[in-house]
């Protein structure tokens, strides 16, 4: 008897042996996965594996040459001038990108909505218009021209050499240049902006790397320095391919709190200067302004010493800032107590308030709610300060006021030990400059024997938790 299965044919499939398979590609990364899949392997990136189209096959291995665009030169009789940075006008960007504006440079601007990119960047164009002696261009595809107008008379920016637009269409934007012939081009945003020819919809990944390649060609071959504006998602990062990130030359992040008015401009790539950079703005109702010195916004001024603070120096790129940190140690409750941190990482409060309940004897506060903050909405998320995180907790436990002009700079460790960290030279000439006349750092961090210290300060080495509430107390009896 024969199995029931032997009379069933074997199916064939629609698929003729000589049709080739389809071939998938990322539109991300590039990478070429043998079957489609939700995410790709190499970026982790969602939904990016599309169908790729075959190219057209090149018959041989010998590709036949072609007369270059420019002869290749011996680097010592290539002039260098026509690369040099153009002073922007607005100095803390300037700070940030190295000296000013490259000709030909292309830099994405990064930021969160109503962060204040915009308002930024129409800054720019005015003192670029006004200063570099080329006319400036803003084109956007967001806003109308009359809307930006309405922002550019409450920043007073109404030169004659900075023009506008409102164009979505890469061929207008171009033609754009063409007509106005600007020193500075200013894209807001990239993401609005659509190449003809090209698949996808505007904002798609394959329209914002057609769009970029574009503009970052005729920024190299004309001279013009371009600043595009990008969106983020919802994790902080630059929206779109990460290719767009490696076609340009600089890559800036705006941050800001909506509640403060501090923003920072922070350096993530740059091919000019230094890639970590910061410059400071304040945001206010008639404009932005850069904050040469911002130290101030960090701290509160008392009548009389408070429980409960401290004084930290933290680095923000290569910029020192003095920081207070507050903590307010609340009552004793039944359960969990609450650890609420505000410009501060929660896990390092977590993990000071361990190793002062356990090295710690007249400390208690397994039972206690602990608040901790910064003030001036700046983010202080370095392990330097840990110590002051500590000392404003253990003054505000011990209702012990820490003195006024008392800095403390350095990590903890979980034996209690105070540990060594960077930059504390610069850190303490900041600190110095600011009138504070006693410092408490790590071990081996303070001036070398034989070098003086900062005018006007003590600075003491303390090795951990123990010895620093110590000498605090006795700096806050002096």
Not at 61 to 90: D, F, Q, W, Y
Not at 265 to 287: I, L, Q
Not at 288 to 306: C, K, M, Q
Not at 410 to 418: D, H, R
Request: hydrophobic fraction near 40%.
């Amino acid at each position: 008897m024969s199995h029931p299965r032997a009379s069933v044919g074997r199916v064939t499939t629609s698929r003729t042996r000589s049709e080739p398979r389809p071939a998938y590609q990322c539109d991300a990364c590039g990478h070429q996965p043998p079957k489609w899949l939700g995410r790709c392997p190499e970026c982790n990136e969602w939904g990016s594996i599309i169908e790729a189209k075959p190219g057209p096959m090149i018959s041989g291995r010998v590709v036949s040459s072609r007369l270059p665009s420019e002869p290749a030169r011996p680097i010592k009789t290539i002039s260098a001038a026509p690369a040099k940075a153009v002073p922007s006008g607005v100095s803390e960007l300037d700070r940030v990108l190295g000296g000013g504006l490259v000709p030909g440079a292309v830099i994405l601007l990064a930021g969160e909505p109503g962060v204040g990119k915009s308002t930024l960047l129409l800054d720019v164009a005015q003192q670029w218009a006004l200063n570099a002696g080329t006319p400036s261009l803003v084109v956007s595809g967001e806003e109308s021209v009359s809307q930006v107008r309405l922002r550019a008379e409450r920043l007073n920016a109404l030169h004659d050499n900075l023009y506008l637009a409102s164009e979505s269409d890469l061929g207008a934007v171009i033609a754009h240049l063409d007509a106005v012939k600007p020193g500075l081009l200013i894209i807001d945003s990239v993401q609005t902006i659509s190449a003809p020819g090209t698949e996808g919809v505007p904002g798609g990944v394959t329209q914002v790397r057609a769009v970029t390649a574009a503009l970052v060609s005729v920024a190299k071959e004309r001279g013009v320095a371009t600043v595009l504006v990008g969106h983020v998602t919802k994790d902080g990062s630059v929206a779109g391919p990460r290719v767009l990130e490696h076609l340009v030359d600089v890559v800036l992040h705006f941050e800001g709190d909506k509640h403060s008015s501090l923003r920072l401009v922070r350096g993530v790539k740059n091919r000019y200067g230094p890639a970590d950079e910061v410059g400071c703005f304040e945001m206010h109702e008639s404009g932005i302004v850069s904050l040469a010195d911002p130290s101030g916004l960090f701290l509160t001024r008392y009548n009389e010493p408070v429980p409960g603070t401290c004084v930290t120096v933290a680095m923000e790129g290569r910029r020192a800032m003095v920081t207070e940190v507050q903590a307010l140690i609340g009552a004793q409750v039944q359960g969990s107590p609450r650890r609420t941190v505000s410009g501060l990482d929660s896990a390092r409060l977590a993990m000071v308030l361990a190793v002062l309940q356990r090295r710690m004897e007249k400390i208690k506060l397994h039972d206690r709610e602990v608040f901790a903050a910064t003030v001036g909405g700046i983010r202080v998320t370095e392990p330097s300060a840990d110590l002051a995180m500590a000392l404003a907790v253990a003054s505000g436990a011990l209702n012990l006021a820490m003195a006024p002009h008392l800095v403390a700079i350095g990590e903890v460790g979980l034996t209690g030990e105070v540990r060594r960290v960077g930059a504390v030279g610069r850190r303490l000439a900041e600190a110095s400059r600011l009138g504070f006349r006693f410092a408490l750092v790590p071990p081996g961090c303070g001036p070398a024997e034989g070098d003086t210290p900062p005018k006007g300060m003590r600075v003491v080495e303390v090795g951990d938790l123990q010895s620093a509430v110590q000498w605090a107390a006795r700096a806050s009896a002096e």
